[in-house]
């Protein structure tokens, strides 16, 4: 059984901080995906890696996936209280269109 | 922009009973899932669903639980004799790129009396 650890799990900041969430695996993913879930909600994709080392953007939020592919991050410049919500990181062990295991979430609150 | 739907969005029911949960995938996909979450606790995998048959399920995934579907459009998890740890959100999920791009509906909460 694959285990896919988030860290920290519960992030307090202020308006304008920057932070940074980390995703590890012990094994080796074919893609990474990045949610971002609201309460009551479904998870929303943010972004998904694929290539170790790959580095994407999506405005204030930079996703990196490792170079061993067993890890990702993802980075907030500058947070707003609207970057307030649970953030999930999910992967696929096994290639195409194959299961999502889940991590635990990292529950964000940005204040002003 | 496509999305994934589901119905109901809430859904309450006796122990026991039969509950069918219902989706509509996002047209061109191909792969579809469902997936539940127990309130405070991780998204969860059950089963995934390809050309009209399970390619893989969990071990909760049991006798209780059925796939379906029955036409182009929609896709069903039917379960058959609710129990109370049943309770959930579940959600379905659509793919249709190599890069295992899941797109999630919104759910739907599962109370079990």
Not at chain 1, 50 to 58: D, I, M, N, S
Not at chain 1, 62 to 84: E, Y
Not at chain 2, 74 to 81: D, E, G, P, V, Y
């Amino acid at each position: 059984t694959q285990l896919l650890e988030q860290s920290p799990q519960f992030l307090s900041i202020q308006e304008g901080e920057n932070l940074t969430v980390y995703c590890n695996s012990s094994s080796v993913f074919s893609s990474l995906q990045w949610y971002r879930q609201e309460p009551g909600e479904g998870p929303v994709l943010l972004v998904t890696v694929v290539t170790g080392g790959e580095v994407k953007k999506l405005k204030r939020l930079t996703f990196q996936f490792g170079d061993a592919r067993k890890d990702s991050s993802l980075h907030i410049t500058a947070a707003q209280p609207g970057d307030t919500g649970l953030y999930l990181c999910a992967g696929s062990y096994t290639g195409t269109a194959s299961k999502l295991t889940f991590g635990t979430g990292t529950r964000l609150q940005v204040t002003l | 922009e496509p999305e994934v739907t589901q119905t109901p969005s809430h859904q309450v029911t006796q122990m026991g009973q039969e509950v069918i949960l219902r989706c509509v995938p996002i047209s061109n996909h191909l792969y579809f899932y469902w997936y539940r979450q127990i309130l405070g606790q991780k998204v969860e995998f059950l089963v995934s669903f390809y050309n009209n048959e399970i390619s893989e399920k969990s071990e909760i995934f049991d006798d209780q639980f059925s796939v379906e579907r029955p036409d182009g459009s929609n896709f069903t998890l039917k379960i058959r004799s609710t129990k109370l740890e049943d309770s959930a959100m579940y959600f379905c999920a659509s793919v249709s790129s190599s890069y295992n791009e899941q797109f999630f509906g919104p759910g739907t909460r599962l109370t079990v009396l």
